[in-house]
């Protein structure tokens, strides 16, 4: 009888390669977006390579089922199906990615829990970058004495359609920013070469020219947005420390679009301007969200493997609708949703899990977690403190349960883990504080204009970086600006009015009132008045209802991916 599981090999082996294909198609349009200032439809892309991954599996997954038919779940046939596999796609470039797919089905036809080596491909064993031999394609411009030169050659290099508004401004833009930021670093050697990877980055309103500076002992990171103006191209920012690219990468960023060969040379040429950078979000920002899953997970596995850590509740409040626990030296959370949710929560189970794939959707705009989903993890359960042991059996039987030695996670969410908002506060300096309040406002400020409506304003669900910026990450109330009624506080028609406890009039299921925001923000005195004279109008339904007037009206609202000092004097000029 024929052996099918050569068969079956070619045929997961060939719809990896087509769903890889229809991923690069996708990220080509990029250019011609951004070239034609195509807003709308670059986030339509986005939306379209987000949802990619899953669709091929699920096809995949079915067409396996027809395949085999009643040796669908076979796992003799399995292992010579992984066999074949892997032989079959050892030529193919990020081979990880590849047995990663792979695995993504015959996870979904087992319903595997934990690691199963012999139809899977063990997370563990796949280190993306440990096959890198080659270098990602770059352009190498030399220094032969004139900065002006050079830069221009950098940018004379990005061709698009629309002309530059005034190539020499943004040349000397650059090369201002790049003398003193050497010079603030002591750096009194001259600059030798600039290396930028060859395709431009794109990311909803802007492009990137990635790459890097070197000169005799050092390196520098070197990021220059490109921004399509009305007039005409122009550098809008240039950044060259680390903590500002690495923002741009953030994990609260809308995914790269940038069509590489090989996307882990890239990696370890981006690993080398943002060492810190863990490699999982490098591999997700560029829109390999499943690949920075599985080194997500190959990382926690690792630290559990090297330090003597356990399981405890994550700092802060205890959530109504999660569990929340961390790994008291490792920088992720892990979010469980309970059973059941107290009063006032009203909301159901299916309508968290619906928060959360509107947030992975949607443009994160760097002020929303990328919050990762995983499916029928398991962990030793010594690994456990006792009392967070106890929550998670009481309070999320649903997704949790016992077996033998180990805890299964039939479902979980697990985020990068950030200081809340109001832990931090206790501890920062009058001028930290009050600029955390600052930009908490413009975290609401940018959500807004992004359609999203965070629903509970108070300062717990919100968290800070460690660059300082302020993130939203508590989605169980979230919405959509355009779903909400935006009112005023009508005015009491008598004292009474004025003591009751509970509102004297009608208040509908969509009705938000923005002036009672501020009696939830727990601020000082100093910083409340900060962030009123700053960013007042979020206060205010007249400002809420603009925005959605704007958004309804189809304006797609731009938010500045990165600091405001960064851009340019003259980008309006």
Same mark, same amino acid.
């Given at each position: 009888?024929?052996?099918?599981?050569?068969?079956?090999?070619?045929?997961?082996? =060939?719809?990896?390669?087509?769903?890889?294909?229809?991923?690069?198609?996708?990220?080509?349009?990029?250019?011609?977006?951004?070239?034609?200032?195509?807003?709308?439809?670059?986030?339509?892309?986005?939306?379209?390579?987000?949802?990619?991954?899953?669709?091929?599996?699920?096809?995949?997954?079915?067409?396996?089922?027809?395949?085999?038919?009643?040796?669908?779940?076979?796992?003799?046939?399995?292992?010579?199906?992984?066999?074949?596999?892997?032989?079959?796609?050892? =030529?193919?470039?990020?081979?990880?990615?590849?047995?990663?797919?792979?695995?993504?089905?015959?996870?979904?036809?087992?319903?595997?829990?934990?690691?199963?080596?012999?139809?899977?491909?063990?997370?563990?064993?796949?280190?993306?970058?440990?096959?890198?031999?080659?270098?990602?394609?770059?352009?190498?411009?030399?220094?032969?004495? =004139?900065?002006?030169?050079?830069?221009?050659?950098?940018?004379?290099?990005?061709?698009?359609?629309?002309?530059?508004?005034?190539?020499?401004?943004?040349?000397?833009?650059?090369?201002?920013?790049?003398?003193?930021?050497?010079?603030?670093?002591?750096?009194?050697?001259?600059?030798?070469?600039?290396?930028?990877?060859?395709?431009?980055?794109?990311?909803?309103?802007?492009?990137?020219?990635?790459?890097?500076?070197?000169?005799?002992?050092?390196?520098?990171?070197?990021?220059?947005?490109?921004?399509?103006?009305?007039?005409?191209?122009?550098?809008?920012?240039?950044?060259?420390?680390?903590?500002?690219?690495?923002?741009?990468?953030?994990?609260?960023?809308?995914?790269?679009?940038?069509?590489?060969?090989?996307?882990?040379?890239?990696?370890?040429?981006?690993?080398?301007?943002?060492?810190?950078?863990?490699?999982?979000?490098?591999?997700?920002?560029?829109?390999?969200?499943?690949?920075?899953?599985?080194?997500?997970?190959?990382?926690?596995?690792?630290?559990?493997?090297?330090?003597?850590?356990?399981?405890?509740?994550?700092?802060?409040?205890?959530?109504?609708?999660?569990?929340?626990?961390?790994?008291?030296?490792?920088?992720?959370?892990?979010?469980?949703?309970?059973?059941?949710?107290?009063?006032?929560?009203?909301?159901?189970?299916?309508?968290?899990?619906?928060?959360?794939?509107?947030?992975?959707?949607?443009?994160?705009?760097?002020?929303?977690?990328?919050?990762?989903?995983?499916?029928?993890?398991?962990?030793?359960?010594?690994?456990?403190?006792?009392?967070l042991l106890s929550e998670l059996l009481a309070e999320a039987s649903l997704t949790v349960r016992e077996a033998a030695e180990?805890?299964?996670?039939?479902?979980?969410?697990?985020?990068?883990?950030?200081?809340?908002?109001?832990?931090?506060?206790?501890?920062?300096?009058?001028?930290?504080?009050?600029?955390?309040?600052?930009?908490?406002?413009?975290?609401?400020?940018?959500?807004?204009?992004?359609?999203?409506?965070?629903?509970?304003?108070?300062?717990?669900?919100?968290?800070?970086?460690?660059?300082?910026?302020?993130?939203?990450?508590?989605?169980?109330?979230?919405?959509?600006?355009?779903?909400?009624?935006?009112?005023?506080?009508?005015?009491? =028609?008598?004292?009474?009015?004025?003591?009751?406890?509970?509102?004297?009039?009608?208040?509908?299921?969509?009705?938000?009132?923005?002036?009672?925001?501020?009696?939830?923000?727990?601020?000082?005195?100093?910083?409340?008045?900060?962030?009123?004279?700053?960013?007042?109008?979020?206060?205010?339904?007249?400002?809420?209802?603009?925005?959605?007037?704007?958004?309804?009206?189809?304006?797609?609202?731009?938010?500045?991916?990165?600091?405001?000092?960064?851009?340019?004097?003259?980008?309006?000029?």
């Open positions: 009888m024929t052996d099918i599981a050569p068969l079956a090999a070619r045929r997961i082996a =060939s719809a990896f390669v087509e769903y890889n294909a229809e991923f690069r198609a996708i990220t080509r349009r990029a250019p011609v977006r951004f070239d034609s200032r195509d807003w709308k439809g670059g986030q339509r892309d986005a939306v379209e390579r987000i949802e990619l991954y899953e669709r091929f599996v699920t096809r995949a997954v079915t067409e396996m089922k027809t395949l085999l038919g009643g040796q669908a779940e076979d796992r003799d046939l399995w292992r010579r199906i992984r066999a074949d596999f892997a032989a079959r796609i050892e =030529s193919l470039p990020d081979t990880e990615f590849t047995k990663t797919f792979f695995s993504s089905i015959s996870r979904r036809l087992f319903g595997t829990v934990g690691i199963d080596p012999d139809i899977e491909f063990v997370a563990t064993d796949l280190d993306p970058l440990a096959r890198v031999t080659s270098s990602v394609v770059t352009n190498t411009y030399i220094n032969h004495g =004139s900065l002006a030169l050079l830069f221009e050659d950098v940018l004379g290099d990005v061709r698009f359609r629309t002309p530059w508004k005034d190539l020499d401004h943004s040349i000397q833009h650059v090369i201002g920013e790049v003398q003193a930021h050497l010079a603030a670093r002591g750096e009194q050697r001259a600059v030798q070469r600039v290396e930028v990877i060859r395709p431009v980055f794109y990311q909803v309103f802007r492009a990137y020219i990635i790459g890097r500076i070197l000169g005799r002992g050092f390196l520098v990171p070197l990021v220059i947005a490109l921004k399509n103006s009305d007039g005409g191209m122009l550098v809008d920012a240039v950044m060259l420390a680390e903590g500002d690219v690495s923002i741009v990468f953030s994990f609260s960023r809308s995914y790269f679009h940038v069509d590489l060969e090989h996307v882990a040379e890239a990696v370890v040429f981006l690993r080398s301007l943002m060492p810190r950078k863990p490699v999982s979000e490098l591999f997700t920002v560029l829109g390999r969200a499943k690949q920075g899953k599985t080194e997500r997970y190959r990382e926690i596995i690792r630290h559990l493997a090297d330090m003597p850590d356990r399981f405890v509740h994550a700092p802060g409040e205890r959530g109504l609708v999660m569990v929340c626990f961390a790994l008291a030296s490792f920088d992720v959370v892990f979010k469980i949703i309970r059973d059941r949710f107290p009063y006032p929560k009203s909301m159901q189970r299916e309508d968290v899990l619906a928060k959360y794939q509107l947030v992975f959707r949607h443009d994160r705009a760097g002020r929303l977690v990328d919050a990762q989903e995983f499916r029928r993890l398991r962990f030793p359960k010594a690994l456990f403190a006792p009392e180990h805890l299964i996670f039939d479902h979980l969410y697990i985020e990068r883990r950030m200081t809340p908002l109001n832990l931090y506060l206790r501890t920062a300096s009058p001028a930290a504080a009050e600029q955390a309040a600052l930009d908490y406002g413009q975290c609401i400020r940018d959500l807004a204009y992004t359609n999203i409506f965070p629903g509970d304003l108070l300062l717990k669900n919100f968290g800070v970086t460690r660059h300082g910026r302020v993130i939203f990450y508590d989605y169980d109330e979230l919405c959509l600006v355009t779903d909400c009624h935006f009112r005023d506080v009508p005015q009491p =028609s008598n004292p009474e009015d004025e003591m009751r406890a509970e509102p004297w009039f009608y208040v509908g299921e969509h009705d938000v009132f923005p002036e009672t925001f501020i009696d939830f923000v727990a601020f000082d005195a100093a910083q409340r008045a900060a962030l009123l004279r700053t960013h007042g109008e979020i206060f205010t339904a007249r400002f809420w209802r603009q925005v959605q007037r704007r958004l309804r009206d189809g304006e797609v609202l731009e938010v500045l991916p990165y600091h405001p000092h960064r851009v340019r004097v003259a980008s309006n000029a």
